[in-house]
């Protein structure tokens, strides 16, 4: 918070004097406000608003004092000086007495219809005796409204706790009959408030059946000068059961300089406020702001249960926020869920049935962009179908199968559920400082977070950790039996297929990080699921308590996994592109003619030793099956022995095979003279760039003769 300014100290210092004045100065002296308001003393408005003294018929030569009420000549007046009465005339001349009343022994005219609702009634009091006039109205309701035009300025008297109320401003009142009953409403549009240790300062009531019921106040609680701490603002109101809550508070403290503590101008406008008069919502840029701490702040379920949010609404959950078996749906627009700490401000549900094509979920979202903002989730059921959310936006056919929204869980936590979520289509969907842990999904077939035919998915800086039932601790059992994040495949899921998918555009998974335990995977692609663009980058992957689960369920050559870039990650390979075959021990000869080019006789003897995005066949080929253009260094060691009598001139070479045969690569060449039955051998290396789909191949040819050439054994490496 920043200092205040030295004009903001000034203007408090002349506050605080106006304050002394109105509290300390005499019945007659009146205080100056900043608008040029002239308001009197709160010893002149006690004296205002003392009782007034019945003093029967104006008598000459007698003391009266202010609020002595006298009759004379069938009128009812009121001393406005303390004096000695002389003459009436003369003293009424003087400005020494008012009329209050007139004389009521005449007739009242109504020229229209008095009408009383809801069996309310009106009391004339005879002579004050017990002979009363009542008026009764009807017992059916209907509406009538009273208001008054101004609102009232309340103030605590920090010595005495006393309330002091400006009568020139009186309050608001807002008088109403409906079928459920009268109300009154009063509301303050500004309230000061001096050191005092505690007290209830403004209320917001209402009364029903004739008793009044406080809907929201205002408290300064720990005010206290001699202690030098400034204690807190609370600002307090009732839910539909009529239970008083707090809903937020202001705190300082060392401010005894800067008493009394004022807050100007602070208002309850009707728009935010319900029938019942809590402090429920606000508006700002078209969006309504909902405050929810407890399901009765939402939307009426409908017979089954469903809640269905109100479009262009952020909905600010504040503490554990019970759903029960209750589903909340959304398919309006501008929709956003936002808490301060989703380890306290937390959806909880415990949605068990079944309703049509959502199955067992906490949020159903439907063709719609949300957005999720530090809130946490939990699920309690027990049905191994159960879901905090499923999602989605896809239509077959459409463009771009018709994913346009976006759904985002920003600061989130899934804490204690049996699975996350489903998500179908969607244009993009992120996950950013995302916690997911204690899930304890107990199910091969229910993998938790599911993703499917996503065209853009984010993941970052999250944690999936702790999968096992959190009340097992400190030893930990009930651990989830399947994947943490799963990629589906491009049939959909069951229940809203996706059959003619293109399966997901770009993913990109980074700064994350995965500890599977047991039979776990940290991410499970589905056969069948295809990503055109991936990147799983930067995260760390734990690879303790491991039994039968993995990192991953395919390797880096399997279609589900081919277009991903998998590197700098901790507890996994990079996806790096190597072939490499070998063998040794060969005695079948290549067999050769003059100046012809052949591939050697590997005797069926070659074995891939890794091929990573790479094939290798038993003749020695290597195949680069990656998806995109990679730069590669190529290294070829032989053993050879000359077959056939004398001398020749061999030739080995690097051939490639780009689609229309194989070539020999320029300059990959090795000439060596040789004598037979001496052992020689050809030591190559090369740099290219490599095109999805190209093979590559040794060739060797004799440049003397026809004789043939025994490869005894070689290494073919391709790294990227």
């Known amino acids: 918070m920043a200092n205040p300014t030295q004009a903001q100290i000034d203007k408090l210092t002349v506050n605080a004097q106006r304050w002394d004045d109105i509290i300390n100065l005499g019945p007659n002296e009146t205080v100056i406000l900043d608008n040029g308001v002239v308001v009197k003393t709160i010893q002149g408005y006690l004296d205002e608003l003392k009782i007034y003294n019945t003093r029967g018929p104006w008598a000459t030569g007698t003391s009266y004092n202010v609020?002595?009420?006298?009759?004379?000549?069938?009128?009812?007046?009121?001393?406005?000086?303390?004096?000695?009465?002389?003459?009436?005339?003369?003293?009424?001349?003087?400005?020494?007495?008012?009329?209050?009343?007139?004389?009521?022994?005449?007739?009242?005219?109504?020229?229209?219809?008095?009408?009383?609702?809801?069996?309310?009634?009106?009391?004339?009091?005879?002579?004050?005796?017990?002979?009363?006039?009542?008026?009764?109205?009807?017992?059916?309701?209907?509406?009538?409204?009273?208001?008054?035009?101004?609102?009232?300025?309340?103030?605590?008297?920090?010595?005495?706790?006393?309330?002091?109320?400006?009568?020139?401003?009186?309050?608001?009142?807002?008088?109403?009959?409906?079928?459920?009953?009268?109300?009154?409403?009063?509301?303050?549009?500004?309230?000061?408030?001096?050191?005092?240790?505690?007290?209830?300062?403004?209320?917001?009531?209402?009364?029903?059946?004739?008793?009044?019921?406080?809907?929201?106040?205002?408290?300064?609680?720990?005010?206290?000068?001699?202690?030098?701490?400034?204690?807190?603002?609370?600002?307090?109101?009732?839910?539909?059961?009529?239970?008083?809550?707090?809903?937020?508070?202001?705190?300082?403290?060392?401010?005894?300089?800067?008493?009394?503590?004022?807050?100007?101008?602070?208002?309850?406008?009707?728009?935010?406020?319900?029938?019942?008069?809590?402090?429920?919502?606000?508006?700002?840029?078209?969006?309504?702001?909902?405050?929810?701490?407890?399901?009765?702040?939402?939307?009426?379920?409908?017979?089954?249960?469903?809640?269905?949010?109100?479009?262009?609404?952020?909905?600010?959950?504040?503490?554990?926020?019970?759903?029960?078996?209750?589903?909340?749906?959304?398919?309006?627009?501008?929709?956003?869920?936002?808490?301060?700490?989703?380890?306290?401000?937390?959806?909880?549900?415990?949605?068990?049935?079944?309703?049509?094509?959502?199955?067992?979920?906490?949020?159903?979202?439907?063709?719609?962009?949300?957005?999720?903002?530090n809130v946490g989730f939990t699920n309690t059921s027990a049905s191994t179908t159960s879901k905090v959310f499923r999602a989605v936006n896809y239509t077959d056919g459409a463009y771009n199968q018709g994913r346009e929204k976006f759904l985002n869980f920003t600061g989130c936590n899934f804490i204690d559920c049996l699975s996350i979520g489903d998500v179908v289509g969607f244009d993009l969907v992120e996950f950013n400082n995302c916690t997911l842990q204690y899930v304890k999904q107990d199910s091969t077939s229910a993998s938790s977070l599911n993703i499917y035919s996503t065209s853009k998915l984010q993941i970052s800086s999250c944690e999936f950790i702790r999968w096992f039932d959190r009340s097992t601790l400190p030893t930990p059992s009930g651990y989830a039996l399947d994947a943490m994040l799963y990629i589906g495949d491009n049939a959909g899921p069951t229940f809203y297929p996706t059959a003619n998918s293109p399966g997901l555009g770009a993913v990109n998974i980074s700064g994350c990080v995965f500890h599977p335990q047991q039979t776990q995977h940290a991410i499970y692609f589905e056969t069948g699921s295809t990503v055109s663009f991936g990147t799983i980058a930067s995260n760390t992957f734990v690879l303790v308590g491991l039994t039968t689960g993995a990192i991953f369920n395919k390797d880096y050559n399997d279609p589900s996994l081919l277009n991903f870039d998998i590197k700098g990650n901790q507890g996994v390979l990079d996806s790096t592109g190597v072939g490499f075959s070998s063998f040794s021990g060969n005695t079948t000869n290549t067999a050769l003619t003059l100046n012809t080019p052949a591939p050697i006789n590997t005797g069926g003897l070659a074995t891939p030793r890794i091929t990573t995005r790479f094939g290798a066949s038993t003749d020695m080929i290597l195949t680069y099956i990656g998806s995109k253009k990679i730069i590669c260094d190529i290294t070829v060691d032989l053993s050879c022995e000359k077959q056939g009598g004398g001398q020749a001139i061999y030739k080995a070479a690097i051939y490639r095979n780009s689609g229309s045969g194989f070539v020999e690569l320029p300059d990959s060449d090795v000439l060596n003279l040789t004598d037979s039955g001496f052992e020689f051998g050809f030591n190559m290396s090369y740099t290219l760039e490599v095109n999805p789909g190209d093979a590559f191949q040794i060739y060797v040819t004799n440049t003397t003769d026809n004789d043939d050439l025994e490869v005894n054994s070689a290494r073919f490496i391709i790294k990227e």
């Not at 609102?151 to 400006?166: E, H, L």
């Open 67 to 373: 609020k002595d009420v006298v009759s004379e000549n069938n009128l009812a007046y009121v001393c406005l000086v303390d004096h000695t009465s002389g003459t009436f005339s003369t003293d009424l001349s003087a400005g020494k007495w008012a009329i209050y009343q007139i004389d009521f022994t005449s007739p009242l005219e109504l020229f229209d219809d008095l009408l009383i609702q809801y069996g309310g009634k009106i009391v004339l009091n005879q002579g004050g005796g017990s002979n009363n006039y009542i008026i009764s109205g009807p017992t059916s309701a209907s509406d009538l409204e009273i208001y008054t035009a101004s609102v009232k300025r309340m103030s605590i008297d920090y010595a005495t706790g006393n309330v002091a109320i400006g009568a020139e401003e009186p309050t608001g009142y807002k008088f109403f009959v409906t079928s459920t009953g009268p109300y009154l409403q009063e509301y303050y549009r500004a309230v000061e408030l001096n050191n005092s240790s505690a007290g209830v300062y403004t209320t917001y009531n209402y009364i029903s059946n004739g008793v009044k019921q406080t809907r929201a106040r205002i408290e300064a609680v720990g005010l206290s000068p001699a202690s030098g701490n400034g204690g807190e603002i609370r600002f307090i109101t009732a839910n539909e059961s009529n239970v008083l809550e707090e809903r937020f508070r202001v705190g300082r403290r060392s401010v005894n300089t800067m008493s009394p503590l004022k807050v100007n101008s602070l208002d309850f406008p009707e728009s935010a406020l319900d029938v019942a008069g809590n402090v429920r919502t606000l508006s700002t840029n078209s969006i309504r702001m909902v405050e929810v701490s407890s399901v009765n702040d939402l939307p009426t379920p409908n017979a089954s249960g469903w809640i269905y949010l109100q479009a262009n609404t952020t909905y600010k959950i504040k503490g554990l926020v019970a759903i029960g078996d209750n589903r909340i749906v959304i398919t309006n627009a501008g929709i956003t869920i936002q808490g301060d700490d989703p380890n306290r401000d937390i959806l909880s549900f415990t949605t068990g049935t079944t309703d049509g094509v959502y199955l067992r979920e906490g949020i159903a979202i439907i063709d719609q962009s949300v957005f999720f903002k």
